[in-house]
């Protein structure tokens, strides 16, 4: 079977094959089906409030939405979806008209949580037949139950046939659990059906056994997205529990414990149990439920003998009914879900003389058993079987304790767990800055935002860890990091406040039981940029589904690196970050707009490959909508989703996200395994509808071209009306080759009328990626802050006087013109200034007409500042652009790693006969 690609850069844009969801349900008092709603028992608009009653069923309306939707990093739900209670949890199954991740239609568990605690990190789950995302049981009813102690979420699904039931049931009688019950029916040839959560880079994830818990294998996780059916038989555990937790650093911690009570096959009246199994790594996590029991094998493993059998099961007329149960912990822990299933084991109570550590539990056989976070007093208490244990205690700067135990039946209080000294380092304050930390002489880097879990993924290339953060992000407020913990050694730190400033650097040596304050001047502004805001238009945070990082630490990284404009882009759901901005205090040193990314994850027969990404500001949200007011756009060519957006949001501008990865289907002519090689995130790739790579050798109105510039009959819209398109996405490994591929296609684009304004963006998802650089450099007539003007950003943006850059700055004119405006005239002076700072060299700047390079000019690396004058003669109506590049010295790599510096400007249009218009000048 053929392998799936991994995704080198952003790997949302998986294939995923053997993978599904689990969609929890409860009962019924309310009936939906298409766009039919009938009320059965409870009146709408007279709300029940859960400081009445503790058990709800009842579907969100705008009068009852603002004390009755779950808050949290990852809450989606809104008006129109369907809630229960049992006054502890609150979950939220979608209504039929809102699409999810793998679906166009509803009915999918979206939000769980504590009540009234805005701490909702849920990722929606699917049942996917043959586990492929291609064949999702797609919602077609919805109904609700509530009796005096439980309230219930019914869903009717179906797909090609097949028929499953869901119910999803709180009660007062298991506080934190949410019960789960399904029968699926009519699928005759099944061999197996999968229920995905997908929890994609967000949670980490535990796999438990509750029946056998020495075949845990807790967080060494194994790949199953990207290996496809073939990792079925290293990758499916004989588990039955998969446990998540959120971040150490999360507002509110919590975890969720997905069990899979029992998998059994009916027939009449008879049924016996199937074989099932779980799967877990870092995109997501799966129950795999198998139609019939093995020929050859007792169940509890996939060999190779069993991999044949699975194309020979069938559920025939039969049925297949599990009961699953997802219990929640107040913690970000193992132990607050394990605690919950072991509970007649020993209670243990301990201290750790350190809150910021872990503590581990191994069973004699080397498997871990759970894992437990303790208070801010170091303090935990936890349950365990009888037995002899492994204790290790994991704390900052690497270090470790470990004590053997041996745990009886009685209650046991441990003797205090004293984690060894190590140094620590006093931090700057007052000032913001990033400082990056170097270990020297063999002194290991450090990881600050190390979770202290080991997790891990293993595929056939080995085993990956989660990326190290070996730097610290400083706004100059209160709240800052005061100290940090390293390991004794030695230390190259620099301290740097974006490209605008120097860079300050130290070197020093810490030693055991050391305090130490780190001596570093707060970097000094080393060149002005005029007339010019620093913007990043692609930002994420937690509040995205493919990771957890938080809100507020995200806009201290920003701060940190003197970016001054940040845009959201939340994966489907608009967010603005003002709020967080003025808790922190930094209003007066960057702003925000609110906006989104439409992010397509949905082959479907219109777009076989989805349709890309595309950010999309202003996008205001809606507080009461579901994804806060984003639109259904699968299944949907760009025309028509940026028309309705365009309706609700008249000034929006819409920036086409990353289009390309790569060049290798940027040819003339194809490989001949194209189809292998595209990736569904980038759009260029397949231009959507198309299902084919774009040419940019090509004129738009040949095919596969043409779709593109097809006009909608309605309205007009093509699928390349983007105002702005992002010729630098940083792209891990494939960063020179992106550009390359991203800036070809722009300029096809330009040659042939389509006037995208090109961008540079960082797309930054954790704390381990960049964030602010690359950079967009927008023209202000006041370029502070504190002045912004977001009606005059707008503009500019979409009227081109912009330049993107990872470092060097720039001013280019053509006699009075600037950047987007037109130019008229056979002849004119192009005055060029390039400037960087000390440690961001440049030494090449190429001038182009219509994007071929007429001229090279070598630059001296070791100035700072470069003025050329250009005199330039034109035959035709044309346009100029130029690139500037530098080498990644040293320092250089230190602060951007994997970047090199490099700018471009967008062009400026040549009217060469002065009749006022400007002809492309065509490929």
């Given at each position: ?295 050859i094998g007792d169940g509890s493993s996939i060999g190779w003998l069993q991999m044949p059998q699975l194309l020979l099961l069938d559920l025939d007329q039969d049925a297949i ?351 001949s395994d194209w189809q292998e090689i595209i990736d569904n995130g980038q759009f260029l790739d397949h231009m959507g509808s198309a299902g084919h790579p774009y040419n940019p ?227």
């Amino acid at each position: 079977m053929s392998k799936c690609p991994r995704r080198a850069t952003n790997p949302l844009y998986f294939s995923l094959v053997t993978c599904g969801q689990l969609l929890l349900a409860a009962s019924a008092a309310h009936a939906h089906s298409g766009q039919a709603h009938e009320s059965v028992t409870t009146e709408h608009d007279a709300p029940p409030h859960r400081t009445q009653s503790a058990v709800i069923a009842t579907q969100i309306t705008p009068s009852n939405a603002a004390h009755l939707m779950p808050q949290g990093p990852d809450a989606i739900s809104g008006v129109n979806d369907w809630l229960i209670s049992n006054g502890t949890l609150c979950a939220v199954v979608s209504d039929l008209d809102h699409e999810g991740e793998f679906s166009t239609r509803g009915g999918s568990l979206v939000d769980l949580g504590f009540c009234n605690r805005a701490d909702d990190h849920y990722n929606s789950y699917y049942d996917l037949l043959q586990g492929s995302r291609l064949r999702p049981l797609d919602g077609q009813t919805i109904r609700i139950q509530q009796t005096s102690d439980s309230a219930s979420i019914i869903v009717d699904s179906t797909r090609d046939g097949a028929v499953m039931q869901t119910e999803y049931r709180l009660s007062t009688t298991s506080p934190t659990q949410l019960h789960i019950q399904k029968r699926l029916s009519k699928a005759d040839d099944l061999n197996f059906y999968s229920t995905l959560n997908f929890n994609y880079h967000s949670l980490e994830s535990f796999v438990f056994s509750s029946k056998n818990p020495r075949q845990s294998t807790g967080f060494q996780n194994e790949d199953f997205v990207s290996r496809g059916q073939s990792a079925i038989s290293v990758a499916a555990r004989h588990a039955d529990t998969i446990i998540t937790v959120s971040p150490p650093d999360a507002e509110h911690g919590i975890s969720y414990g997905w069990q899979l009570l029992s998998a059994e096959r009916v027939s009449g009246d008879d049924r016996y149990p199937v074989p099932h199994f779980v799967l877990a790594d870092d995109s997501s996590n799966a129950m795999l439920i198998l139609s019939d029991t093995f020929y050859i094998g007792d169940g509890s493993s996939i060999g190779w003998l069993q991999m044949p059998q699975l194309l020979l099961l069938d559920l025939d007329q039969d049925a297949i009914e599990t009961k699953e149960i997802i219990y929640v912990g107040k913690r970000g822990d193992v132990a607050s879900i394990t605690d919950q299933l072991l509970t007649d084991t020993t209670l243990v109570s301990g201290q750790i003389t350190e809150a910021n550590a872990a503590l581990h539990i191994w069973q004699d056989n080397g498997q871990p058993l759970t894992h437990v976070r303790p208070d801010h007093d170091g303090r935990f208490t936890l349950r365990i079987p009888r037995g002899r244990y492994r204790f290790e205690v994991r704390g900052s700067a690497s270090r470790t304790i470990s004590r053997d135990i041996e745990i009886g039946a009685t209650a046991i209080t441990l003797d205090t767990f004293e984690l060894p000294t190590t140094a620590t380092i006093k931090l700057p304050q007052g000032q913001p800055m990033r400082l990056v930390f170097e270990g020297l002489d063999g002194t290991p880097n450090p990881n600050f935002a190390d979770t202290l879990t080991g997790s891990s993924v293993r595929d056939d290339d080995g085993e990956t860890f989660l990326n190290p953060v070996p730097q610290l992000f400083l706004a100059g407020v209160e709240g800052d990091p005061v100290s940090v913990k390293v390991a004794p050694g030695k230390y190259r730190v620099y301290a740097t406040h974006g490209p605008e400033h120097d860079l300050q650097k130290v070197e020093i040596e810490v030693g055991d039981d050391s305090l130490t304050t780190l001596e570093i001047a707060a970097p000094k502004r080393q060149i002005a940029t005029p007339g010019y805001i620093a913007s990043d238009l692609h930002v994420h945070s937690g509040v995205s589904f493919d990771n957890a990082f938080s809100e507020t630490e995200r806009v201290r990284t920003f701060v940190a690196e003197n970016g001054e404009v940040m845009v959201s882009s939340e994966h489907d759901i608009p967010v603005d970050y003002a709020p967080r901005i003025e808790a922190l205090g930094v209003q007066n040193k960057i702003t925000s707009i609110a906006a989104a990314e439409v992010t397509s994850l949905l082959p479907t027969e219109l777009n076989p490959y989805t349709s890309g990404h595309a950010n999309f500001f202003p996008y205001q949200p809606d507080p009461l909508a579901f994804r806060r007011g984003m639109i259904n756009h699968e299944n949907r060519r760009w025309r028509n989703i940026i028309h309705d957006i365009k309706q609700q949001q008249p000034d929006v501008v819409v920036q086409l996200n990353h289009p390309r990865l790569d060049l290798r289907l940027s040819g003339k002519s194809l490989p001949s395994d194209w189809q292998e090689i595209i990736d569904n995130g980038q759009f260029l790739d397949h231009m959507g509808s198309a299902g084919h790579p774009y040419n940019p050798h090509l004129p738009l109105s040949s095919a596969p071209n043409n779709v593109l510039i097809e006009p909608d009959p309605v309205t007009g819209m093509r699928d390349i009306d983007f105002d702005l398109i992002e010729v630098i996405n940083p792209g891990g490994e494939h960063h020179e080759q992106r550009i390359r591929a991203i800036r070809q296609d722009w300029l096809s684009l330009l040659k042939q009328g389509e006037k995208l304004v090109a961008t540079a963006n960082s797309d930054s998802h954790r704390s381990d990626v960049q964030v602010a650089v690359p950079r967009t450099m927008v023209n202000m007539s006041n370029d502070q802050v504190t002045a912004f003007n977001q009606a005059e950003f707008l503009r500019s943006l979409k009227a081109g006087n912009v330049y993107g850059t990872t470092g060097p700055m720039l001013e280019i004119s053509l006699g009075d013109k600037v950047m987007g405006e037109m130019f008229s005239g056979q002849r004119g002076q192009l005055s060029l200034k390039v400037f960087s700072t000390d440690w961001i060299p440049v030494n090449l700047l190429k001038l182009q007409i219509n994007g071929v390079t007429i001229e090279e000019y070598s630059l001296d690396s070791n100035k700072t500042e470069h003025t050329l004058l250009i005199p330039m003669s034109f035959d035709q109506d044309a346009f100029v652009t130029v690139e500037i590049s530098g080498p990644a010295e040293q320092d250089y790599a230190a602060i951007y790693p994997g970047m090199t510096p490099y700018a471009f400007s967008n062009p400026i249009y040549i009217d060469y006969d002065g009749d006022g218009k400007w002809t492309p000048p065509g490929l």
